[in-house]
């Protein structure tokens, strides 16, 4: 299957700062979703992304379709406590059949 | 809240031993994905079914089947059960559409433990 690829693998950052993860493919994807999960739980929905070049924000998160539509980013801005988790992208690939997940983020944030 | 739940939310089996997993979806949404998550890694697409026939497989063998109900609820069924087939397993309930429409919803999941 189509493997997406995330970066960083990991990261440990101070409360209060910035974050940029990304996430690329060989393939092209119509929609890229970007998820949040905590250990033993679900995938929580974070942001949708549509269309090429689309910049969409989620309270202190924000989100790119990148124009080539084979990746997309994804910055948290002022992280907190409460962000700590691992992050996913997920791509639609051409069928619209099947979503690819990307390999995930490890956010941790030091109070 | 997603509206997507599943039961049971864990089991432990042994080795040959058959599996169902089940999933309730969100209202609305007619179609419903399975995924395998084993320890540190991402998702991994099982099949889709949408209005009870299945229309997406991913690479998993013939021993992971599954039902979708006329209410869009849904089942995942694994015989024979392997060591690896340990993981948490997770339905994503979606409504397919044009536009800004296809989004997808995950439930809590269910931890599987073989042994």
């Known amino acids: 299957g189509q493997q997406l690829n995330q970066s960083p693998q990991s990261m440990f950052i101070q409360e209060g700062e910035d974050v940029s993860m990304n996430c690329t493919s060989s393939?092209?994807?119509?929609?890229w979703l970007w998820y949040k999960q905590d250990p033993g739980e679900g995938p929580v929905l974070l942001i949708a992304?549509?269309?090429?070049?689309e910049l969409t924000s989620n309270g202190r998160l924000t989100a790119q379709f990148g124009t080539t539509r084979k990746d997309s980013f994804l910055n948290i801005s002022a992280s907190i406590p409460s962000d700590v988790g691992i992050y996913f992208c997920?791509?639609?690939?051409?069928?619209?059949?099947?979503?690819?997940f990307g390999t995930g983020t490890s956010l941790t944030v030091i109070p | 809240e997603t509206g997507v739940t599943q039961s049971p939310t864990h089991l432990i089996k042994t080795r040959g031993q058959q599996v169902t997993l089940r999933c309730s979806s969100q209202?609305?949404?007619?179609?419903v994905s399975w995924y395998q998550q084993a320890l540190g890694q991402g998702p991994q697409f099982i099949f889709q079914?949408?209005?009870?026939?299945?229309?997406g497989r991913g690479n998993f063998p013939p021993r992971f089947s599954g039902l979708q109900f006329p209410n869009y609820s849904s089942e995942l069924n694994v015989n024979a059960l392997e060591l690896d087939d340990s993981a948490l397993y997770l339905c994503?309930?979606?409504?397919?559409?044009?536009?800004?429409?296809?989004?997808?919803?995950f439930g809590p999941g269910t931890r599987l433990t073989v042994l």
């Open positions: 994503a309930s979606r409504r397919p559409g044009q536009g800004s429409t296809d989004t997808q919803y």
């Open positions: 393939s092209i994807f119509n929609t």
């Open positions: 992304l549509y269309k090429a070049g």
């Open positions: 997920a791509g639609l690939g051409d069928t619209g059949n099947q979503f690819y």
């Open positions: 209202s609305g949404h007619n179609t």
């Open positions: 079914y949408y209005r009870e026939e299945e229309n």
